[in-house]
């Protein structure tokens, strides 16, 4: 049966170090590995015959998402102000959310991407273009463009990791809205980056060990936002077979990494008997 429907993907920062701040946008250079997630919003598009869009969204996380200003307004605006797109006909989209609202899992920007990648087909964006959504949008927008597993090592550079690697979360959102602007602009210490020898990157085991000795720069900023964070990253850490726990991003997300399905779904149980009023899920990398 043909699928009627976009998927956009989530992603999560398996670490994150800022090593500096760019002086020409103001912006944070990163060194991170993100992993694309399962855990997906669905999209759905469908010419219209009116005078504007119409942008509908639904399921649990709908509420806490702009509805006059957003990424998918934003995209269709540039998409026509660009010549992608012409002024008529208008469309009707749907979005149904499933990735948290200001939860650091690159929803935002993931339903941007894939809405503009559906409009250009096979069109591949130019580097000029691409810096022009990404500025109007949301730097991230420029990863959701790149393959589903890579090392970003500036704001705007990213490498290709050789081997495709799954790994289990329980990524648990306890409802904090963590404003990306706002974490950042807390950033006041910048970290000394250890660059990864990717030679060690070609099993599990070994990016296992690397990440693990890693950590995220924007944790302890959010904690100190949100003091419950740290707890719940203590209970991740210590459910059976969890590798290690992170707040994913700028947050307020957080994870267990597992190297097995059955191990996640186990800690999933018990994860949710201790946090019952938050948002617990298993996702798998991409």
Partial sequence: MKQNYLKSYSKINLFLNIWNKSKKTKLHNLYSIIF?????????????????????FSGIFSKQVNKSKNSI???????????????NPKYQIKIEKKIPVFSGLGGSSSNASTLIKYFLKRKKISKKNL???????????????????????SLTKYKNLNKKMIFYFIIIYP??????????SKVNNYDKIKKLNFNNLNSKKKMVQNLKQSHNSLEKIAIKKFPKISKILAELKQLDNCEFSRLTGSGSACFGLFLTKKSAHLGLRKI???FPNYWCVVAKSI
């Fill in 73 to 87: 307004s934003q995209s269709l605006f540039i998409l026509r102000k660009k010549g992608f797109l012409k002024k």
């Fill in 175 to 184: 409802f904090f809205r963590c404003s990306t602007k706002e974490i950042y």
């Fill in 36 to 56: 694309k997630t399962d855990l997906h919003d669905k999209i759905k598009v469908k010419k219209i015959f009116k005078q504007n869009d119409v942008i509908i």
């Fill in 272 to 274: 949710k008997k201790k």
């Fill in 131 to 153: 810096n022009y959504f990404s500025n109007k949008i949301g730097s991230d927008l420029r990863l959701f463009f790149e393959s589903n597993q890579i090392l970003q090592k």
